[in-house]
């Protein structure tokens, strides 16, 4: 599993995470200094998080 960084530009927040890349602020600060096993980590909790976000999206909306 690659350890690039996965910043698409979309820095918008629910919360604490980063809709764009699903990572917390924390570990958005801390990704430089991050060993590759605790990078895949923070990876695999974020596509995670993306997922639980997008089905939380999905909710009818109201109509008026």
Same mark, same amino acid.
């Given at each position: #599993?690659?350890? &690039?960084?996965? $910043?698409?530009?979309?820095? &918008?927040?629910?919360?604490?995470? $980063?809709?764009? $890349? *699903?990572?917390?602020?924390? %570990?958005? !600060?801390?990704? /430089? !200094? #991050? %060993? /590759?096993? %605790? &990078? +895949?980590?923070?990876?695999? %909790?974020? =596509?995670? +998080?993306?997922? /639980?976000? !997008? *089905?939380?999206? +999905? +909710? /009818?909306? &109201?109509? =008026?």
């Amino acid at each position: #599993m690659s350890t &690039k960084n996965p $910043c698409i530009s979309l820095c &918008k927040f629910d919360d604490d995470i $980063c809709l764009g $890349c *699903g990572r917390s602020k924390r %570990e958005i !600060k801390s990704w /430089k !200094k #991050m %060993e /590759k096993d %605790e &990078k +895949r980590s923070v990876l695999a %909790e974020s =596509a995670l +998080r993306l997922i /639980k976000l !997008k *089905g939380a999206s +999905r +909710r /009818k909306k &109201k109509s =008026a």
